[in-house]
């Protein structure tokens, strides 16, 4: 196959000989992949090269950005969203000036900093400095969005070759993993001709993905995550008046977020547990006394939030494990909460009687007459039940295991032993300080980083905004040493 050059990158089918210029390849354009961008386009002088892959049309958005719906909203006020720590206000003051793009304004009263504008919205303002980083390294940086799908990454001598879906591939001396999320519905059990049926809903972002449902009937629902509640939301926009059954585990519902100001610091930092039970002592002796005073309880998430990197990192194995298995919903429910906006959606749905909550697991789904036939197993129930819905919509959140997604590049990069699955199940072996992956021998990768979701395991909330930036910041840093170390400083 001959060689062509996309802005400084060799496309084609096999390794080319060496640049002079160096070469980043981000795989993945979501927000995790633009957000590499700008920190690596902010942090270098250049000269280099730079290629993100992304099959989207537009970069930074990703799943959670690229939602049409302006009652899918933000989960947290304004002034949490800021791209740059030494700039809180940043995204406040973008929005003050930009929030009439999309016909949005934030609520009478409201200061934009403490408003939750639309998750499009937010979208709009990576887009917006993805641009800016662009322009102010124009001329040391050659950058270029690559409308493509990595399906494998090849050690090529000291460099890698990220190889395409198209057949093409990419040259990189350095490669950056921002593969973002991956749909879940492993556990279950579902007949293959009800997965190519639209009575089943894998993807409630998908284009489309609410075409044809009835303005009745039953509505079936695969847990109770925001994910769920967002299928809800635009369900009710489009009419839609009949029932859900909400099915999860522990039949857990996302509460309703209230800006408490942060409970009294009561953990010592020079001294925090390592043993999950340790801490989940503290954090109850913490709640009871939040009680006694009749204060509101969401004062206790944030007062935990700055310590969550550290105790995590500080934690063995078996206690990580021993988290993920005993404790992980519960920690995500209490800090993940739905916005005001968002849960009144769900709290009117529920006043109105159309909604029921079941504590258990879906087994299996197949399709019957025309429906849907789930076999559930309530929590502490002998038997499994039935029920009967005209549509199940998945809701339960993500697939974070690599040895269990499906998807073509995370099975390579795992044969390959280029990656390591992180024995907890979520993400991938990595340094949390630089991004670096780690290989078999757990060392670190001189050439293969990793940002947001695949570094949950290593770091817990690696996935939410502020840990984004930071992790982000970090192998900008870590990839500006390696690539010009006579000038990078730290």
């Not at 001709?193 to 998908?206: G, Q, S």
């Not at 004062?299 to 935990?304: D, E, H, S, T, Y």
């Not at 909330?461 to 192998?475: F, K, L, N």
Request: aromatic content about 6%.
């Amino acid at each position: 196959m001959s060689v062509r050059s996309v802005s400084g990158h060799a496309v084609s089918g096999r390794a080319v000989a060496e640049s002079s210029v160096p070469r980043i390849v981000v795989i993945g354009g979501g927000f995790a992949g633009a957000l590499a961008a700008i920190k690596i386009m902010d942090r270098t002088g250049g000269p280099l090269d730079l290629a993100v892959v992304e099959s989207r049309d537009a970069l930074g958005r990703g799943i959670a950005y690229s939602t049409p719906d302006p009652d899918h909203i933000v989960n947290g006020p304004a002034h949490t969203f800021s791209l740059y720590p030494e700039r809180p206000g940043h995204f406040a003051e973008w929005l003050a000036g930009n929030a009439h793009r999309r016909g949005w304004a934030p609520p009478a009263g409201t200061a934009p900093g403490q408003s939750f504008p639309p998750r499009l919205l937010y979208g709009d303002y990576v887009e917006d400095e993805l641009a800016r980083a662009r322009a102010d390294a124009q001329g040391c940086v050659g950058f270029v969005h690559v409308r493509d799908r990595a399906v494998d990454v090849v050690p090529a001598g000291d460099g890698l070759v990220v190889r395409l879906a198209s057949g093409h591939a990419l040259d990189a001396d350095k490669v950056v993993l921002a593969t973002g999320l991956f749909a879940s519905d492993r556990t279950i059990e579902i007949d293959p001709a009800l997965r190519a049926d639209r009575r089943y809903l894998p993807d409630v972002y998908a284009e489309g993905a609410f075409d044809g449902i009835a303005s009745t009937g039953d509505v079936l629902m695969l847990g109770t995550s925001l994910t769920a509640v967002d299928a809800l939301i635009t369900l009710e926009k489009r009419g839609y008046r009949g029932t859900y059954t909400f099915v999860s585990r522990r039949g857990l519902v996302v509460p309703r977020r209230s800006e408490a100001e942060p409970w009294p610091a009561f953990l010592d930092p020079e001294a925090l547990p390592t043993r999950i039970t340790d801490l989940v002592r503290i954090v109850q002796r913490e709640r009871r006394a939040i009680a006694a005073a009749g204060e509101d309880w969401q004062r206790l998430p944030p007062a935990l939030r700055p310590f969550v990197t550290r105790l995590w990192i500080g934690a063995d194995d078996a206690e990580r494990r021993r988290f993920v298995r005993h404790a992980r919903v519960y920690w995500d429910v209490c800090v993940h909460r739905a916005a005001a906006p968002t849960a009144g959606w769900l709290a009117r749905v529920e006043a109105e009687g159309r909604c029921r909550f079941l504590k258990g697991r879906i087994v299996s789904l197949a399709g019957e007459d025309g429906r849907v036939r789930a076999t559930i197993r309530r929590r502490g129930a002998a038997a499994a039940e039935t029920i009967i819905a005209d549509r199940a919509i998945n809701g339960l959140g993500h697939e974070f295991d690599w040895n269990r997604i499906a998807d073509p590049l995370v099975r390579s990069l795992v044969a390959r032993a280029l990656v390591q699955p992180n024995p907890n199940g979520f993400g991938i072996l990595a340094d949390p300080a630089t991004g670096a992956v780690l290989d078999r021998g757990a060392r670190a990768s001189g050439r293969l980083y990793a940002v947001g979701h695949p570094l949950r395991g290593v770091a817990w909330e690696a996935s939410a905004i502020p840990e984004q930036v930071a992790g982000a910041t970090a192998v900008a840093a870590s990839l500006d040493r390696a690539l010009f170390p006579s000038r990078s400083v730290a």
